[in-house]
T-cell receptor
Framework: QKEVEQNSGPLSVPEGAIASLNCTYSDRGSQSFFWYRQYSGKSPELIMSIYSNGDKEDGRFTAQLNKASQYVSLLIRDSQPSDSATYLCAVLNAGGTSYGKLTFGQGTILTVHP | DAGVTQSPTHLIKTRGQQVTLRCSPKSGHDTVSWYQQALGQGPQFIFQYYEEEERQRGNFPDRFSGHQFPNYSSELNVNALLLGDSALYLC??????????????FGNGTRLTVT
């Protein structure tokens, strides 16, 4: 079982629709959760972080965390063609130390078509 | 405000050679982490440097080594290159090593091709 798994893509949605991206993780000791966006040929860019159960909203983005189910998701409302990118779920686990490493999922390619 | 800078941007090496990649962290950041991203995959954690010491390491062989300098910049060295080392190498910096309260900022990466 992979440590962090994302729903297999690619995901294609029409402009203006809601895009839903999902991620599960295996380590119950995981502390913090992040969503990164990566455009082709570019570096990952942080778009959301979430630390406690529930929803966190930032503009058109909403992150949802359920630690009991070991599940984190990202909703993108009113999707735009500029949202087309690979979305990476990342999970922080300090592994018993005070120093953390991020474990990334394989990424989900999102395409928003006009 | 300079972000994370990496050099070189592209590199082509032959199997068995050695390579050094360089990274300058974002202003105000003192922790550097290195990640390897193969095509179509998510980044894989190599190691993290804080206060000039390797603090945590991922599942990479000893051929991968690093260094952090007093000015917080860092180098990644890979010896005895294999074809499978071909990837995008990402440097990420943060303020302190505890990423739960200091998200990572990534550089644009170095694309390494091993032939």
């Amino acid at each position: 079982q992979k440590e962090v798994e994302q729903n297999s893509g690619p995901l294609s949605v029409p402009e203006g629709a809601i895009a839903s991206l999902n991620c599960t993780y295996s380590d119950r000791g995981s502390q913090s959760f992040f969503w990164y966006r990566q455009y082709s040929g570019k570096s990952p860019e942080l778009i959301m972080s979430i630390y406690s159960n529930g929803d966190k909203e930032d503009g058109r983005f909403t992150a949802q965390l359920n630690k009991a189910s070991q599940y984190v998701s990202l909703l993108i409302r009113d999707s735009q063609p500029s949202d087309s990118a690979t979305y990476l779920c990342a999970v922080l686990n300090a592994g018993g130390t005070s120093y953390g490493k991020l474990t990334f999922g394989q990424g989900t390619i999102l395409t928003v078509h006009p | 405000d300079a972000g994370v800078t990496q050099s070189p941007t592209h590199l082509i090496k032959t199997r068995g050679q050695q390579v050094t990649l360089r990274c300058s962290p974002k202003s105000g950041h003192d922790t550097v982490s290195w990640y390897q991203q193969a095509l179509g995959q998510g980044p894989q954690f190599i190691f993290q440097y804080y206060e000039e010491e390797e603090r945590q390491r991922g599942n990479f062989p000893d051929r991968f080594s690093g260094h952090q300098f007093p000015n917080y910049s860092s180098e990644l060295n890979v010896n005895a290159l294999l074809l499978g080392d071909s990837a995008l190498y990402l440097c990420a910096s943060s303020q302190g090593p505890h990423a739960y309260n200091s998200p990572l900022h990534f550089g644009n990466g170095t694309r390494l091709t091993v032939t």
